[in-house]
Every structure is written in C-alpha cells, then in structure tokens.
C-alpha cells in the first residue's frame, strides 16, 4: 500500500509551465515505476509520461519536448516539468504507483487558458 498526493497544479495562460509534485507515502524505491497520467473533460486517463524503477523514461508523443518526469528519492517525490503549456494540455493530472498492484493519487487540476 501506498498513499499518493498530487499538488502543484493551478491556472496558467499558453507558453507556461508548472509543476506538479506527487508525493509517495513510502520510499520510491521500492516503486516498480511512476506514471503521470491526464485526464480532459469528457476524454479517457491517457499516459503522459512514465520513470521505471531504473530511471528510464518515456512520454506521450503530444508531450515529448515540453514535459519532463523526474524524482527525488530523499523526498519520496516524482515531478512533472511542463514547460510551452497549450490548452488542449488542460486535464486533470493523476500520478500512479506501480507496486504489487497500481496505486492512485486524488489528481491535481491543470487549466492552461487566457
């Protein structure tokens, strides 16, 4: 078992950034991988971007360039670096532990708007 909170998001205008932190109830390593997924009005969650245990990555075609996934294993924290926001990036965004079983935060809102 593992308990997960997403903070970090929030309203930006397009070309911003944030980023999100999702904070892990146990140390990250003995997570098998880390994923940040989106999920817009009306759409299906989608894989953004995923770190696995050994530091590999790999992200959605729509974000390659612009979002990076990252962790800092003293902080039991991943991140999402999302840099040239556009608006159709507006979602609500979901990390997921891989353990035995997939673990689920609560979301963190992302509105990329004028």
């Known amino acids: 078992q593992v308990q997960l909170v997403e903070s970090g998001g929030g309203l930006v205008q397009p070309g911003g950034s944030l980023r999100p932190s999702c904070a892990a109830s146990?140390?990250?390593?003995?997570?098998?991988?880390m994923r940040w997924y989106g999920q817009a009005p009306g759409k299906q969650r989608e894989l953004v971007a995923v770190m696995t245990s050994d530091g590999r990555t790999n992200y959605a075609d729509s974000v390659k360039g612009r979002f990076t996934i990252s962790r800092d294993n003293a902080k039991n924290t991943v991140y999402l670096q999302m840099n040239s926001l556009k608006p159709e990036d507006t979602a609500v965004y979901y990390c997921n532990a891989e353990l035995d079983l997939g673990y689920w935060g609560q979301g963190t809102q992302v509105t990329v708007s004028s």
């Open positions: 146990r140390s990250i390593f003995v997570i098998k991988a």
